[in-house]
């Protein structure tokens, strides 16, 4: 009797997941298809478009910026912010308590210093293009831009770090706004 009744549940479980294979198959294909024949959202530099849902090409959204610092989608919990670095430009050192950071290095090449301690920054890497950093909140940090070209990345907050539709023009203007925020 008890192997009765888990050969029918066991059929039971394998009919349900059978169907359900073929019936997201067929809506995935359908997915698929449609966002293969227009693009789902555009890039926009200047908006931020943080709270409502957004899917974009984020290699031509970092490529394409010209600012210091763009706060570009600002959530609850999440803030992607895209940055270009001319030559020989820095990201302050900083420590940010609460906050754990994503950097991707779309285009150029960094030096990154970081370290428990604002006087001890032990770790120290040369970063090519394609490679990213991971900065644990309350670690102190500073990416250089060591290349001839721009440093192209974008930089993922968990929490946000900036406010919500941020832009700054020049590493200048960025460095003002901070010192006057804090």
Sequence with gaps: MKNDLFISALITIVSVI???????????????????????S??????????????LNI??????TENYRVANWTGNYLQLVFMSLQPGEIIDLEMHGGTDQFIRIEEGEARVLMGKTEDSLSFDKKVPADWAILIPAGYWHSIENTGNTDLKI???YAPPEHQKGTVNK?????????????
């Design 18 to 40: 059978l169907t359900g294979s073929c019936q997201s198959g067929t809506s995935e294909s359908a997915v698929k298809t449609n966002a293969e024949k227009e693009p789902v």
């Design 42 to 55: 555009t890039i926009n530099l200047n908006e931020d478009m943080g709270g409502e849902p957004w899917v």
């Design 59 to 64: 290699e031509e959204a970092t490529l394409t």
């Design 154 to 156: 974008y930089t993922l």
């Design 170 to 182: 020049t590493y200048q203007e960025a460095k003002e706004a901070h010192e006057s925020e804090h």
